[in-house]
């Protein structure tokens, strides 16, 4: 599945910037985001356009630490209740129990463990493998979570704060959001917690309200991962490839819906079948081209491209360049190798 994060998060930053006096929209469409639908609290927004959002972010402002003052924008209701649950637990251990559970509901993006040793409690956050996140992104949650999770526990939990960045020149703004208690240079961001405050009860527990949330939260999970609609389209695509030009009317009747609705609802993920069909192409065109054994013809038609030159236009409006000089700087070849015309009937194939 796609990495993603909720919508609503990125109208935390759009929030902050306009605090700070930036104008959001330009951002967010630089970043291929609509700030139109960012009401929608069912919406996605792949990872690669909340990265593009972030880049942005700090070009613009110039600072690397914005992701800490966006952190001040946000509210409970920006995390689809993940936050009331966290209020509703019974202990500290138990808030961040569910933090590891439900983690999923704001992004996608990595994976959250809790693990315990003699003398601590450390909550590690670990990007999923190849996926592009952003340092500002991450710290910009944390500090969200710690500061959100102060007002339900208080200060005294939080033993230190691992950021998996350099020491900055000027630290102060780290330290002001994370206090003293702070470690750069860190293979994972992280949080240490006291273990012997795990099991203090909490004044805001609440055990039938923490049940109905976690119902709640465990619904939206399960269409998260259930029906992640833009990956059934590209699982779709690459089935209909090989045998020519792929229609969107053919992918939406093998789901099972009407073109329109397939358009409206993949509007709700933030993309389109346009989108997708020319994302799953060039992500197949890189792996076919990896492979020195599989031609450039080759790799047009297993792409569903009528003709070389459909395919070579694609390519260079992907990359600048042509196949074939793709290929030879990817995999450091001095010259093409040998054109191996495809067999009859390779489409089958695939």
């Known amino acids: 599945m796609h990495a993603d994060t909720i919508a609503t998060w990125a109208q935390v930053i759009a929030r902050a910037l306009q605090a700070h006096g930036y104008d959001p929209k330009p951002l967010l469409r630089t970043a291929g985001i609509d700030p139109a639908q960012l009401n929608d609290a069912n919406l996605r927004i792949p990872l690669e356009r909340m990265s593009a959002l972030w880049r942005a972010v700090e070009r613009t402002t110039g600072d690397p630490a914005f992701g800490l003052k966006v952190a001040a924008h946000s509210l409970p209701t920006d995390f689809h209740g993940l936050l009331f649950a966290l209020q509703s637990s019974a202990t500290v251990g138990e808030a961040l129990e569910r933090v590891v559970r439900f983690s999923p509901v704001v992004s996608t993006s ?80 992280a949080v240490d917690y006291d273990p012997t405050l795990l099991d203090v009860p909490l004044r805001s527990g609440n055990r039938e309200l923490a049940q109905i949330l976690d119902g709640s939260l465990n619904s939206y999970l399960k269409r998260l991962s259930g029906h992640d609609l833009p990956e059934q389209v590209r699982q779709s695509i690459v089935r209909q490839l090989p045998s020519g030009e792929v229609q969107q009317t053919l992918v939406a009747e093998e789901l099972g819906m009407s073109p329109r609705n397939l358009h409206r609802h993949l509007l709700r993920h933030a993309t389109s079948f346009t989108e997708l069909l020319e994302e799953t192409r060039r992500e197949l065109a890189f792996e076919h081209l990896r492979q020195a054994h599989c031609s450039v013809n080759e790799v047009c038609y297993r792409l569903g491209f009528n003709e070389p030159s459909s395919f070579n236009r694609a390519f260079r409006r992907w990359t600048g360049q042509s196949p074939g000089q793709w290929r030879l700087r990817e995999l450091g070849q001095s010259e093409p190798p040998a054109t191996i015309r495809p067999a009859a009937g390779f489409a089958l194939a695939l």
């Open 110 to 189: 990595g994976q959250v463990s809790l693990e315990r040793s003699r003398g601590v409690c450390r909550l590690v956050y670990r990007r999923i493998p190849r996926a592009q996140v952003e340092q500002m992104a991450t710290e910009a949650l944390l500090a969200s979570g710690l500061r959100h999770a102060t007002s339900i526990w208080g200060l005294g939990a939080v033993r230190c704060v691992h950021l998996a960045r350099p020491r900055p020149d000027d630290p102060e703004a780290w330290e002001m959001r994370f206090g003293q208690r702070l470690e750069f240079d860190a293979p994972h961001n």
